[in-house]
């Protein structure tokens, strides 16, 4: 979400751009303050080598779940789970929408994008989580017309693995649009 050019920008702006200063004119302190102000920067160093180079390390956060809540408030949650108040660019992670609280997206929704993120066809199947008043979530597809009921937060891997099954062995036989919910809430049924 940030390229060398946009670390280069954002030095040139606060005028600690290194570029055509003596070595001695340029405060790497200054730079590293300036460079970790930015939310979506994780940690920053910056250091002058003995060939008279200036390095700046970028570790950037890597967004997983935008969420946007019955109240209107609207953050980013890292795969770390801290919050980013705002991204200039685009992004293409999952939206959760409902009532939902910082407090419920850092903790319970962190773990269902961190587990989301982690699998390759859930990863690109799931684009939205919303979130009921119970707090129970429901998940919408990018395929298929339908809602997933994953209820009550937790125990994903047993939910997302009777799901998979559902969608190999149920759904490529009835397909994809005969049912409008299937819900994975409760064991041993679909």
């Not at 910082?102 to 979130?131: G, M, P, S």
């Not at 597809?141 to 799901?163: C, E």
């Amino acid at each position: 979400y940030m390229t060398t050019a946009d670390i280069a920008v954002l030095l040139k702006q606060n005028g600690l751009d290194p570029t055509g200063k003596l070595i001695d004119e340029v405060s790497c302190r200054s730079m590293e303050q300036q460079l970790n102000k930015v939310p979506l920067i994780a940690s920053c160093e910056c250091y002058k080598t003995i060939n008279g180079y200036v390095v700046v390390e970028v570790e950037c956060r890597k967004p997983i779940l935008r969420v946007i809540n019955s109240s209107g408030d609207s953050f980013y949650i890292d795969e770390e789970g801290e919050v980013i108040e705002h991204i200039a660019k685009p992004t293409y992670i999952p939206i959760a929408t409902g009532h939902i609280s910082r407090e419920f997206a850092r903790k319970e929704l962190l773990t269902l994008a961190q587990y989301l993120f982690a699998d390759e066809l859930w990863n690109a199947q799931i684009e939205q989580i919303h979130v009921t008043p119970r707090e129970e979530i429901e998940l919408i597809p990018r395929v298929g017309d339908h809602t997933i009921v994953l209820g009550r937060p937790g125990n994903y891997a047993y939910k997302f693995s009777k799901l998979r099954t559902f969608y190999e062995k149920g759904l490529s036989q009835v397909g994809w649009d005969r049912y409008s919910r299937i819900n994975i809430d409760y064991n041993n049924q679909v």
